[in-house]
Structures are given as C-alpha cells and as structure tokens.
C-alpha cells in the first residue's frame, strides 16, 4: 500500500483528521480533550514510518498565540516551529490547516486570553486567581506560564479538579508533595528494590543498552546492568542524591511519570532530567501497546503533560 490507500484506514484507525496527504509523506492531527494529537507517515526506501506527537493544547495556543495572535493562515506555520523545537524536524512543511482544525486553535487561543486575564502579580510570584490546590493552597509561581496554563484549563474545561490529570493535577503534586521536601531515602529505597527485581539479562537488549548509557550521565556510574556488581546502599544513596538535585518541578516529572506510568526508576529519571527525549521515552513506554489503543493513547497524552512541565521549570524554586 502506498501513503494514499493508508490514509482511510490512518483515519478510521486513530480518529484524526488528514491535514496533507502526498506521495511519500501525510500529516494527520485531531485536537482530544487534553492535547493535539499528530499522526505524520511518510516512505523511504519503500519503507512507510508512522510517527505520533502529543503536544499539551496550552502549548499549541501558546505558541499560536506568541506568533501569530489571530492570523489564521499562519497557524501551521507557528504549529511546525513547535514540532520543531521539540524534535529538530519540519513537521507540516507549512500547509494550510483544514478549518476545522483552525476554528480550534482559534477557540484555544481565545480561550488562552481570557485564562491570561485570571492570573496575578502578587509579591514577586503570579497567582491564578480564585483557584486553590486540593489541599486548600493557594496556586503560585514564580512562572507565569505555568499560572497561565492552569488558568487555561479551568477555562476549556469550565473547572478543575485534580482527579483529571493536567496541568493543575501536576501542580497539586509538586505544591502538596514535592516543594520544600523533596525525596526521602525510603522512597529511593523501593524504587532501587524494585529495579533490582528484574534481571539485566530478562529484558530487551535496546533498553539495557538505553539504562546502561542513563547511569553514566545521571548517577556517575552503573548499578544494574549485565555483569554488574550489584552494590544496593551505594545505589541508593546515588540514587537519593540524583534525584535531590533535581529542582522541584524536575522531581514532580520524576514521580509523576515513576507513579502513574508505573515504570519504577530509569525512565522517568531519564525524562525528568531531560537526558530522554519525549519521543524515546514514548517508544519503550508504549512498546508493547498497538499504536492507536486507548491504553497507549493514554500513554501519550499523560508523558505529554509530564513533559510540559519543565518549560514551567524556575532553578531557584
């Protein structure tokens, strides 16, 4: 089948919507309730690659909106600087956007307007007025952008609450959780307990090869790994003390990815200190899930939420 006969079933399959189909190469993408969902195929060596993006819709409207205010014929283009930001890639090859697609983007940057006008300056941190987290604090910031993109939510979904992950839910753990405690030693304890129940030699080379590489950058050495010594307080403490110089925001990517995606401790550190990117941190997560099933969708669209989190990300927090 040549990219054309895949269209109806990229369609049906993942529920998108085609933006340009050509020859070698076909963008698809369908606005969900928490992200912008892109499907891009193209052919090489007669060879058809699929390829998923999940991008938080604040950060599309953001995007649009610091480039291109309303200008709707713009919005692809300001949509591919984003895809290029993240992957290093010209997405979209500046098509038009159906208009649906752009009466959504429209609809998300309106409503980043008004969440923009429900946030306040209050003693040197941005407040987003009239929100408290679950424990009854108030939501403060030393980044605007991340009031903005809770505001923004409150806004399309007309509340928030934070038994819906998002932005908010994010914000509630790192407030409630993580900020001015960061992780205990137990809670190192059992993620390095957990990963010393798997042996090396039991799981796919690629991701041995991935966690062999991570240590190096992240603990300074390697822990678990073929032929490795196994030295458990030594990897505590190195784990402990990595995960404790991580800022705030970093350790709440940590224990929301480690928590919810239930993949223990390589992975998210990876993600967390930005030494994954989203892309391959996405592939061995949804490794074993079909491409367009709900749990790996869910995946997706939760990794993307985690990941927006470190463009909120102040070092002195």
Known sequence: MNIEEWAPLIVQDFAVLPIAIKENNA????????????????????????????????????QVKSEVGTSTDAYAEAINDLFYERTGMNFL??????????????????????????????????????????????????????????????????????????IYSAYCTYRSFILGKGISIEMARGLVDGQLAYAPENISGDYVDLVLQMQKECLGEVYWGPDVKVRRD?????????????????????????????????????????????????????????????????????????WALASFDDEDD
């Not at 980043?112 to 003693?123: G, I, M």
């Not at 940590?254 to 892309?279: C, H, I, K, R, Y």
């Open 27 to 62: 963008v698809y993408a369908r606005r969900r309730e928490r992200v912008w969902h892109f499907v891009r195929q193209f052919k090489h060596d007669s060879r058809i690659t699929l390829e998923q993006f999940h991008f938080c819709r604040y950060e599309v409207a953001r």
């Open 93 to 166: 090859n500046r098509p038009e956007l159906p208009a649906q697609l752009a009466q959504q983007i429209a609809e998300d940057v309106r409503a980043l307007d008004v969440a923009q006008r429900k946030v306040e300056d209050v003693a040197g941190e941005y407040q987003a007025s009239g929100v408290r987290t679950q424990a009854g604090h108030a939501v403060t910031h030393k980044s605007r952008e991340f009031m903005d993109a809770i505001q923004f939510e409150n806004v399309i979904h007309g509340s928030l609450d934070a038994r819906r992950f998002g």
């Open 234 to 306: 030594r990897f505590v403490q190195a784990v402990h003390d990595t995960l404790n110089r991580l800022t705030a925001i970093q350790q709440t990517q940590f224990v929301l990815s480690s928590g919810m995606q239930n993949d223990g401790l390589f992975l998210p550190l990876g993600l967390a200190a930005a030494v994954l990117t989203n892309e391959t941190y996405n592939y061995f997560q949804t490794a074993n899930y079909q491409a367009d099933s709900m749990q790996e969708q869910q995946v997706r669209t939760d990794a993307a939420i985690i």
